[in-house]
Structure formats: C-alpha cells, structure tokens
C-alpha cells in the first residue's frame, strides 16, 4: 500500500503562531486529492496500521514501559468528535483504549482545580487515551459563557505547564481542532431534528450554543494561537466533510503512534527453560504438532513484520 | 440475513445444576454447523446488530435511562478473553464500552473487601461493560492458591446476592467461561514462546498455573453449578475453536441487548419549536437545503429500521 497523501498533512494541518482561524476553509481536504471513495479504502487500511502500532504499544505498557499516547479532541456541536471516537478510535483494539467524554462538571468535580478531572483521566502505560472535549472547555464555554473571573493568557500558559508535565511523563500528546461551518453546523442539526434515530442527540441548549457562534469562534482563535506548543501542537481539521476529518486525524494518530518507534518487548525470562517447562506438561504427540507449527507461523510472522515496516515507512514519504 | 443457526446456542451453551464439566467437549461448535469461514461472514452481519443495539442503549442511558450490560469474561490462560474483547467487543462504538481487565489485586484492592473493586467497575446506564476476568477469581485463583480462609459455599452465596443486586439496579449480566482444552492450551503458550511478537503475552508464572489444571478445572466445575442462577446463568463456550468462541459470544451478547427492547428515546423538548429556533439562525438557502434533504434522508431511515427490526427478529427464530 503506497502513501495516497500528496503531502504530509500534519505541515498543513499545524496551528502556527499567527493562525488566522477566520480564513480557515472547513470544506477543504488539504493533503488529500483523491475524494470520498479511496479515503475510505485508505483509511481502512491505515486503520490495520494502527491497530498494529496500538499493539505494540499495549505490549510495551504490559511489561514496565511508560509510554502513552494521548488524543484530545475539540469542535463544536456537531463537528464530529463522537465520529472520530467510533470510527477512528474503533478501529483499534478496545483494551488498549481508555476514553473519557468530558461533559459539564459534576458537584464534585466543580469543589476541585479545573484540571483535577483531566489529571485523573490521563491514560495509564501503553494506553491510547482520547479526551472527547477535555480542559480546553475550561477556555472554551468557561470563557464564552463567563464562568470564571480569569485572565485567559494565565489559563493558557497553565495549560501548557500542564501538558508539558504530561509529556514529559512518558505520554505524547495529540491535539485535534474540528472545524465546522456555520451552515454545515446547521445542516447537522437540523438533520437531528429531523430523524428520530437522532433525536437522542440533539439538546434543547444546542441552538442558544450556537448563538454564541462568533463569541466561541474568537475563543478558538486565541486558545489555537496560544496553546499551539512545539511539545503539543494544535492540528485544525476542516470538518464540514466528515471522510475528510476521520481520515486526516486517521492519519496523524498513526504517525504519532510510529513516531514512538516502538518494537516487541524483550523477555525477561529464558526462552529454552520455558519451552523444556512447557514440553513436560505436554503429551509427545501434541509437542510434535508445536514443532511442525513453529516453522510456518514464524515465516507468516516475518512476512507480515515485513509489510508493516513498508507500511512505516510509507508514513513518512511523499 | 437469515439466521444461520441451526439452534437457539442459549439453551445449548447455559450450564445447569447438574453440568458436568469433565464431560464437556471443548472442541464442539454447538448450535452451529456451517464451519468457519461461514462462521467469519455471519459475525461480522452480527456486529452490525450488535452496534445498532448498542446504540439505543446508548441514547437510552444519555437520556436518563437505567439500563445496562454487563459482560463478565471467564477462562484460564490462552483461552481467548482477549480475543473477545478485541473481536466481539471491537465490533461495538468504544464510546459506549466501559471496559477493565482485573489482575492480581493492588495493595489498596486488597485492603479492602474482594467486590470492592468490582462494585467501583460496574458500567454506567446506557454502557455494555466488559469484564476481562472478574470476582470469579476470588473461587477460582484464590481458591487453588488458598489465598483465603473461607466457606466456598458462603462466597458462592455471596456473589449471586451481589449479581441480584446488579440485575435490580438495571444491568444485565452475560457471563461466558471460555473453556479450552489442556492440550489446546499447551499449543497456545508454545506459540508464544515461539513468535517474537507474542512474547510480550507470555509469563513465567504461566507454566506453574498450568500444572494446577486439575485444581483449575474443580473449582471452575463448582462455580459453574453453584453460581449460574435464573437471573445471570453461565453459558460455557468451547473454545479450542476461537472462531466459535467469538461467534457465539457475539449472538448471546446480540440477544442480551435485543431481550432489552430498547427503541429511540422520547423527546423533552418541541420538535416544531426546536426547528424554528435553528431555521432562524440559518441562511435560507441552507434552510431549504434542509428540508429538501430531509425527504431523502427519512426514507433510507425507514429502510434501515426494517431491516434491523428483521435482524433482532432473525435472532429468534430457527
């Protein structure tokens, strides 16, 4: 499977420090020219990739390694966070995943510091944790809907103290921006309006939200600008085609996860005295089989340990 | 999709007060006859079901609904607990899946009562919880290992008054033992003695916990009997063959959530009065779009309730 990206999307998707979110086209697909039909076949099969990667990080978490990967995930109503949990995040293995949709704060979680909840969320070893919404509210509605008296540029630079502690503990961490427009927006809720099956989905504070369009647009602008940081970079994902954002942050997950460069564990126990332990509890007959499966098995392991360092590698050309 | 089951695999697989373990043939497919490659295609037309029925439990628990499930995975090493998580469980949203593995237990766990933990890990409405091993280990491991001092009986009574309580919160327990073969086993570990890329699933307490088979084999006869009651029986699974296992986990997991008849959620607010609302705050050309949409877009809605609504019924009949 050769690269489909004509460039890499993480140079076009990254948030710089004079990222001008109102020129931002949210129908546009950058990176990527070959439409909805083969997005979805690459997709599928970058989605084998990262289930592959995901594996080797949960065996790197299950014998004393410390890395993690964290994915946040930002957009307003309807730009399809809960799109890029099902079908990005669903194509991993669910073991490894560790997910938490963060509403409005309960009693308990408002008696605490705003980040008290994300802190104690963080993935463990060799998880992939996805954040749906995350403290990025607490710059968001809390700074829109003015619930707390705070200077924003402290806020933002308490977010980045914070993520850096996360970072250097072990956990990369993945930011993606959903971009929605207007219309599109108000295509998606009127579609939930009108299908019963979608019903569950709409919440009669919905259309007052997005009253506040301009007031959380110029939110997050600033929080983009701002928290835009070379250990944790924003990535802006044009949403008003959801092939296009499933298959950008598809993408960038599975770069992030190769980029930790993650092999088998070594074994801390002898391979010889384990197999003799095992062969004496084993009748002779059934040893036998083992030994004629080994061969096999193991020329299917090399093969398929060859196409997934092509498909790396592939990651990363252009 | 008709049904491919030649028999209704609940009343096949559901341990009685009599079951007798030793003469439990783990290399069976019991209720199915078509092999594995049919087998392969079927589970997949089943995850589908499997996620549209998630789904509406899903919409049921956001909107204040009380119910849940909850899977409890059973077996002994290499019996494929994983596999089901990673194959049934990875069919469903993972935004829906609340899902813990339990180990030996940490200080703190120890400190305190044996359910502690469990109680702490019950799926919220509206989740399918999996359990990957469970309380079960407390007459299983910690009865082989005589990590305990108490009545078997007693613990048996106690953990059906603890499921009584689960069932009465709202939670439908599944429990599936996945049972596999001594030899099967001995296969399974020298194949991850043998591939690199699964040493990482290797322990070298794996050995000496399989020279307790006997033991092993006892106590899970027991708890079989002894805890698999009206409200949250057993169903035990072959599992030398894991495309049965998954497979059969995959149908009682369907019928589970089917049994809970679960349709969409009720509305709270105006529809008419939500759509006026939203229509004023878009351009009228997007408006338009809307509603030309709509027509499209409730027929297709139409055509894919009847279909699901012919799958749940499929899972009845033989």
Known sequence: MAN?????PRDALRAGEDFELAAFDRAATPGWKKGKKKARAFMASRGELLSELQER?????????????????????TAGKGGIVRHVAGMMDPQGLSIHAFRAPTEEERAHHYLWRIEKALPRPGYVGVFDRS???????????????????????????FERRIVDSGITILKVALMVSKEEQGLRLMERLDRPDKHWKFSDSDVPTRAKWDAYQEAYQDM????????????????DNKWYSQLAVTELLARTLADLGLGWPDV???????????????????VATAHARTDAT???????????????RSLFRF
């Not at 489909?4 to 890499?8: L, Q, T, V, Y």
Request: hydrophobic share 45%; charged share 25%; glycine share 4%.
């Open 4 to 8: 489909k990206w004509n460039s890499d």
């Open 57 to 77: 990080l949960y065996a790197h978490g299950r014998t004393g390694g410390a890395r993690g990967v964290l994915l946040v995930i930002q957009g307003l109503d």
């Open 135 to 161: 403290h990025y509210e607490d710059v968001l509605v809390v700074r829109v809907d003015q619930l707390a008296d705070v200077d924003w540029n402290d806020r933002y630079a308490e977010i980045n103290e």
């Open 224 to 239: 983009l600008r701002a928290t835009s940081t070379e250990i944790a970079p924003w990535y802006v994902i044009p949403a």
């Open 268 to 286: 801390t126990w002898s391979i010889p005295e384990q197999r003799r332990a095992l062969e004496a509890t084993m009748k002779p007959a059934t």
């Open 298 to 312: 193991l020329a299917k392991v090399a093969e398929s340990e060859a196409e997934f360092d092509q498909l790396v």
